[in-house]
């Protein structure tokens, strides 16, 4: 067997797993997606790739549905005896948008998702945040080079080494393009020693959300205390 199809074996047995959780749980994919504060369609993009695509979000997933990460992408393991329900369970905090802007940071790595007849296509891109607003830099030929009106989202995230907590931020909005004068102000702050992926003084894209929420991923310990 090749590593294609064993992925594919494993992605299939995961969005199996979904399937199931949600019937025990009498909910809905569109409210998975609502609880892990994702579109539905970005969520059937996530369990269609290898999970090292967005741990994040797949932890978002499991936490929705009271599972562990491992337990999501590999497949539920018995627990020792005098152990079941004492084990620490991932749960989702809801941020409120000031907490949002606050991991966001100054600047970053996060990633744009643009609407596409087959599916959402998404886009790793470096960020800054201007006022309440991101702000990234593309080539006017790129994917990402959208123009003003678009739809698109931006999400970026933070997890540990051990996939046990984090936080996931997501705006959706639409594209702006910033003037030059403004542009010329981005260019000079990108430039000011930061590391920078991509074209150099070209063009700008300004994400203005128009919704903006969060979630905090924590663990529950078997004492009901969030972590």
């Given at each position: 067997?090749?590593?294609?199809?064993?992925?594919?074996?494993?992605q299939?047995?995961?969005?199996?797993r979904?399937?199931e959780?949600?019937?025990?749980?009498g909910?809905?994919?569109?409210?998975?997606?609502?609880?892990?504060?994702?579109?539905?369609?970005?969520l059937?993009?996530?369990?269609?790739?290898?999970?090292?695509?967005d741990?994040?979000?797949?932890?978002?997933?499991?936490?929705a549905?009271?599972?562990s990460?491992?337990?999501?992408?590999?497949?539920?393991?018995?627990?020792?005896?005098?152990?079941?329900?004492?084990?620490a369970?991932p749960?989702?905090?809801?941020l409120?948008?000031?907490e949002?802007?606050?991991?966001?940071?100054?600047?970053?790595?996060?990633?744009?998702?643009?609407?596409?007849?087959e599916?959402?296509t998404?886009?790793?891109?470096?960020?800054?945040?201007?006022?309440h607003?991101?702000?990234?830099r593309?080539?006017?030929?790129?994917?990402?080079?959208?123009?003003?009106?678009?739809?698109?989202?931006?999400?970026?995230?933070?997890?540990?080494?051990?996939?046990?907590n984090?936080?996931?931020v997501l705006?959706v909005?639409?594209?702006e393009?910033?003037?030059?004068?403004?542009?010329?102000?981005?260019?000079?702050?990108?430039?000011?020693?930061?590391?920078?992926?991509?074209?150099?003084?070209?063009?700008?894209?300004?994400?203005r959300?128009?919704?903006?929420?969060?979630?905090?991923?924590?663990t529950?310990?078997?004492?009901g205390?969030?972590?």
């Amino acid at each position: 067997m090749t590593k294609h199809q064993q992925d594919a074996g494993a992605q299939a047995a995961m969005r199996r797993r979904i399937t199931e959780r949600c019937d025990q749980l009498g909910i809905s994919r569109e409210d998975l997606a609502a609880k892990a504060g994702m579109a539905p369609p970005y969520l059937s993009y996530l369990t269609e790739t290898a999970p090292g695509f967005d741990p994040a979000g797949l932890l978002r997933v499991a936490a929705a549905l009271g599972l562990s990460y491992q337990e999501l992408t590999e497949g539920r393991a018995d627990a020792a005896p005098g152990q079941q329900g004492r084990v620490a369970r991932p749960a989702l905090v809801r941020l409120t948008e000031e907490e949002c802007w606050e991991r966001l940071g100054g600047h970053g790595v996060g990633r744009i998702a643009l609407p596409d007849a087959e599916g959402p296509t998404v886009v790793p891109v470096n960020y800054l945040v201007d006022g309440h607003t991101v702000v990234y830099r593309t080539a006017p030929d790129a994917v990402g080079a959208c123009a003003a009106g678009d739809p698109l989202s931006f999400q970026a995230d933070r997890v540990d080494e051990q996939l046990r907590n984090g936080w996931s931020v997501l705006l959706v909005g639409t594209a702006e393009r910033p003037t030059p004068p403004e542009a010329a102000a981005l260019d000079d702050r990108a430039d000011q020693g930061r590391p920078w992926v991509g074209p150099a003084r070209q063009l700008w894209i300004r994400v203005r959300p128009h919704r903006v929420t969060g979630r905090r991923i924590g663990t529950v310990d078997p004492s009901g205390h969030l972590a």
